[in-house]
């Protein structure tokens, strides 16, 4: 299976300031990763397919970079909404598999 | 617009069973796949399976096979998961899910709780 490791495994922010998160696979999932947001009590919600590929109706403040096994995800200007927990996911082979997320609290 | 309408909470006892229900809407039924997924509390996320509601077709992650058994309702537009044999390792938040190359569209999770 395919491993996703998530980095840090908590990160501290500032509003307004611009923060990435880290993603690695165990191996190469070309750009079959995709980014989620979770806050409490709520389903997943997809922010980023493929990589860098944006969603409609997420802020543009949302991005993503990567492919292989290196991925980003990046807030540009960080609100107080996006306090929540963020996990990466491949869809390149099977079984799908999850990081185990970055949750991002206030500094 | 798409939704994914989730049965509700489940109480059951060790060694019984349970059948989760996805009612499907806002768009046809057949087209997409459909993924579950669960979240024991306060964890991250298991992909447990998928099945192809236009032919049944059923994928599953090796670690579910015995635990998990997925089927559709096409008539109903309906996808059900049946959790077998439930020990407290299968106390959980379960999501389906409908991803496609546009997106991705997840019910609002139903939560199974397993107690004496």
Not at chain 2, 9 to 17: E, F, R, T
Not at chain 2, 93 to 116: D, F, P
Request: hydrophobic share 30%.
């Amino acid at each position: 299976d395919v491993v996703l490791t998530q980095s840090p495994a908590t990160l501290s922010v500032t509003p307004g300031e611009r923060i990435s998160l880290s993603c690695r696979a165990s191996e190469s999932v070309d750009t079959y990763l995709h980014w989620y947001q979770q806050k409490p009590n709520e389903s997943p919600r997809l922010l980023i397919k493929y990589a860098s590929q944006s969603i409609s109706g997420i802020p543009s403040r949302f991005s993503g970079s990567g492919s292989g096994t290196d991925f980003t995800l990046s807030i540009n200007g960080v609100e107080l909404e996006d306090l929540s927990i963020y996990y990466c996911q491949q869809g390149n082979s099977l079984p799908y598999t999850f990081g185990a997320g970055t949750k991002l609290e206030l500094k | 617009q798409v939704n994914l309408l989730q049965s509700g909470a489940a109480l059951v006892k060790p060694g019984a069973s349970v059948k989760l229900s996805c009612k499907a809407s806002g768009y046809t039924f057949t087209d997409y796949y459909i993924h579950w997924v669960k979240q024991s509390h306060g964890k991250s996320l298991e992909w447990i399976g998928y099945i192809n509601p236009n032919s049944g077709y059923t994928n599953y992650n090796e670690k579910f096979k015995s635990k998990a058994t997925l089927t559709v309702d096409k008539s109903t537009n309906t996808a059900y998961m049946e959790l077998s044999r439930l020990t407290s390792e299968d106390s959980a938040t379960y999501y389906c899910t409908r991803w496609a190359t546009t997106g991705s569209y997840w019910g609002q999770g139903v939560m199974v709780t397993v107690s004496s």
